[in-house]
């Protein structure tokens, strides 16, 4: 495997606490903007039920246009996607999550577009401590993991 093998990685609270991050778009907006001061943010309708995402844009130290978007499925229930992202970007934005953003670290899970593609159902969890090198081991790890 390559070591800048790019994926599109989602990160979402536990299934059981859905709700446990109490996101909302304004705050989600407001810590990224905090914490990236180059970010850029546009909220977008779709034509799901009238919903609307967050897509954004921040520059990580190896990557100056990494794009995402969050979603609210439900209320409160907030979900974090990097698009094309290596696991070294991805870190960087997980980390931020985790100390930052969500209010207790192990409520951050984790897969990838190509786990859901081969059917892969787990929640990864990513490491309650650690600095971003952790969090890109445990990403790189389950990309080994679903091919």
Sequence with gaps: MSNDRRATFLFYPPTDRANAWHMTFDGFRTALEQA??????????????????LEFEVATPDNPGLRGIATLPVE????????????????HIAHWLRDTFIPSPDLIRFSSEAALETGDESHWELPAAGD????EAALREHLEAVG
Excluded: K, Q
Aim: proline share 8%.
């Design 132 to 135: 971003t090198a952790a969090i």
């Design 76 to 91: 409160e229930c907030g979900c974090v996607t990097l698009t094309e992202a290596s696991p070294t970007d991805a870190a």
């Design 36 to 53: 990236f001061p180059d970010a850029f943010t546009r909220l977008m309708p779709t034509s799901f039920r009238g919903g609307s995402y």
